[in-house]
């Protein structure tokens, strides 16, 4: 079997929030990748801590939940720059996560916000086309889902995606029984998610 290429994190916080929720799902969308985009991801994930220096090892790092958020201030700072030094931030609204992660990311870039990405932004235009955007998964308060993103000097360093929990349908289809479109829609923004931030930059 070849060696492969790098490895993908999911990220371990504080605050009592359950980082750990979505067992399934980075597994199933490296697979994804590699059957689809030839990745070569390594097959499963690693945790890594917010705080780690082991977190500049990967191109990529995963946050979700539904909970509290706490970074101390040398985690956000290490968070700072880690993405400052080319690292790519994914984090996925779990449903209640939205307002404990805009506070914490304050910590981590005080001096951006959130900007709503248009439709035409290469994350939706990697391998797979999404015309409307960020696409909905789960239903929720079935409010649109919406992909945000913190742009640092014109470079998307962290996507956050809202109101549509990627992550849920990238899980093994018997935990939710999503339809197998509604998954494969999943696996494909997640697998635009990978390839630009280990191709565009």
Not at 2 to 19: P, V
Not at 71 to 79: C, I, K, Q, V
Not at 144 to 165: A, M, N, T, V
Request: charged share 20%.
């Amino acid at each position: 079997m070849s060696q492969s290429s790098f490895k993908i994190a999911k990220l371990k916080y504080g605050g009592g929030g359950d980082w750990y929720s979505n067992k399934t799902s980075l597994p199933n969308l490296i697979k994804f990748c590699n059957s689809q985009l030839k990745m070569n991801i390594f097959p499963e994930e690693d945790i890594v801590e917010v705080g780690s220096t082991d977190i500049f090892q990967y191109p990529f790092v995963h946050m979700t939940g539904h909970g509290n958020v706490v970074f101390t201030d040398s985690e956000a700072r290490n968070l700072r720059n880690y993405l400052l030094a080319g690292g790519f931030l994914h984090i996925d609204d779990n449903y209640g996560l939205d307002p404990f992660i805009r506070r914490e990311m304050k910590k981590v870039f005080p001096e951006l916000s959130f900007v709503e990405l248009p439709y035409d932004h290469p994350v939706y235009r990697q391998k797979f086309i999404f015309k409307e955007g960020l696409p909905k998964i789960h239903q929720h308060d079935e409010k649109p889902p919406q992909g945000f993103g913190l742009l640092y000097e014109g470079r998307l360093i962290c996507y956050y995606s809202f109101e549509s929990d990627l992550g849920n349908g990238w899980e093994d289809q018997s935990v939710y029984n999503d339809p197998e479109s509604v998954r494969l829609q999943a696996l494909q923004m997640g697998a635009n998610l990978l390839s630009y931030c280990t191709t565009v930059y």
